[in-house]
């Protein structure tokens, strides 16, 4: 059954980094169009990043600079490092799958917690 | 692409029919995408490409549209249906709607 985990939320003061992880079962990251959709408290989803199977990477303009993804094809995982963060990036982190470019995300993980507060 | 969707809220009883409107910022074709999400759990994708149907996903959901007006429809609400919907374009970077919650 394919399975995607994140881990690694927390809570983080204000220009501090963080460092989420997905580990995916039964399919390769590599293989597949992987991105990070977040939903903060009270609005809705936002797409921020995706990284190609190609290793192309794209960005929203929200964290474009501050914000990285990566993929370890051994270990099957996806990342999102997060640095400089805001009181804006206070969401829950979604890792996602899309098996074409065109991205129809058919597997989420249940997410994890990111907090940015002093 | 700037999606809007409407109602932001409704209030529904089971065995309504339901609809849920989406309006992209530009011509996307069908490149449509309509999720579930409930409070603790993973998004649940629903219909993709405007109008078919997920594997898995009961028929009484629909999807329509193309170009920039889209509807998802829920023929007959059932209990396990009271959730948020988003609508979100695959033309170019994704972007989500803001999302319609179903209510009792």
């Known amino acids: 059954e394919v399975q995607l985990v994140e881990s690694g939320g927390g809570l983080v003061q204000p220009g501090g980094s963080l460092r989420l992880s997905c580990a995916a079962t039964e399919f390769t990251v590599r293989n597949s169009y992987m991105s990070w959709v977040r939903r903060a408290p009270g609005k809705g989803l936002e797409w921020i990043s995706i990284i190609y199977k190609d290793g192309t990477t794209h960005y929203a303009d929200s964290v474009q600079g501050r914000f990285s993804i990566s993929r370890d094809i051994y270990t099957n995982t996806l990342y999102l490092q997060m640095n400089s963060l805001r009181a804006e990036d206070t969401a829950v982190y979604y890792c996602?799958?899309?098996?074409?470019?065109?991205?129809?995300?058919?597997?989420w993980g249940q997410g994890t917690l990111v907090t940015v507060s002093s | 692409i700037q999606m809007t969707q409407s109602p932001a809220s409704l209030s529904a009883s089971v065995g309504d029919r339901v609809a849920i409107h989406c309006r992209a910022g530009?011509?996307?074709?069908?490149?449509l995408n309509w999720y579930q999400h409930k409070p603790g759990k993973a998004p649940k994708l629903l219909i993709y490409a405007s109008s078919i149907l997920q594997t898995g996903v009961p028929s009484r959901f629909s999807g329509s549209g193309s170009g920039a007006d889209f509807t998802l429809t829920i023929s007959s609400l059932q209990p396990e249906d009271f959730a948020t919907y988003y609508c979100q374009q695959c033309y170019s970077h994704p972007t989500f709607g803001p999302g319609t919650k179903v209510e009792v």
């Open positions: 530009q011509n996307i074709d069908t490149y």
């Open positions: 996602t799958r899309a098996t074409t470019i065109t991205t129809i995300y058919d597997y």
